[in-house]
């Protein structure tokens, strides 16, 4: 084990001698390329900050309105007769929204019906499996500056829905 943790410490002091030594084999100023590409990464940084601030803001008040809770509990009969716990319900609308924020409410789910539970199972699945979607167009269009979605959005959302119902046939035909 304490070779592991030799070799993992120096794997980055390593990358970067090895990138600036490979920088002066090329003849390239190594620093002036640095310095340019951070002050890129602070123009992408400031282009696409408006769009993370509409998605947390967007999940907040998703949240915050009741909205969630009233669909979960108008979800919550059809649900129970198909043989899907109820919890499942909150990580695949919060996924597409927010990994970090679907991860608390898989925690949540764990901590209730405990880990071998058919709820904490199909959450995992969800979780490992599903995308950040709303999160991501906001991060890649908004970057780029695509404005127009006509089918894009559409697409992704049915992708969301058709991806959480392989992860329940799939963890009930599993377990």
């Not at 993992?8 to 084999?25: C, E, H, K, M, N």
């Not at 190594?30 to 940084?45: H, L, P, R, T």
């Not at 894009?152 to 599993?174: E, K, N, Q, S, T």
């Amino acid at each position: 084990m304490k070779t592991v943790s030799f070799i993992s410490q120096l794997i980055i002091p390593a990358f970067i001698l090895f990138t600036v030594l490979y920088g002066a084999l090329k003849k390239v100023r190594v620093y002036d390329s640095f310095v340019s590409g951070a002050k890129e990464g602070i123009q992408v940084i400031v282009n696409i900050f408006p769009y993370l601030l509409a998605i947390f803001v967007a999940v907040k008040v998703f949240q915050a309105s009741g909205a969630f809770d009233l669909m979960k509990q108008a979800l919550s009969g059809p649900l129970n007769v198909l043989g899907i716990p109820p919890e499942v319900l909150s990580v695949a609308v919060i996924k597409p929204l927010s990994g970090s924020a679907s991860t608390a409410v898989f925690t949540d789910i764990v901590k209730t019906t405990g880990a071998d539970s058919l709820a904490s199972r199909i959450s995992a699945v969800i979780i490992g499996s599903a995308e950040t979607t709303f999160y991501i167009l906001a991060i890649y269009l908004g970057s780029v500056g695509i404005r127009k979605t006509k089918y894009l959005v559409p697409v992704c959302v049915i992708g969301d829905v058709l991806g959480v119902m392989v992860a329940i046939v799939m963890v009930r035909l599993m377990f």
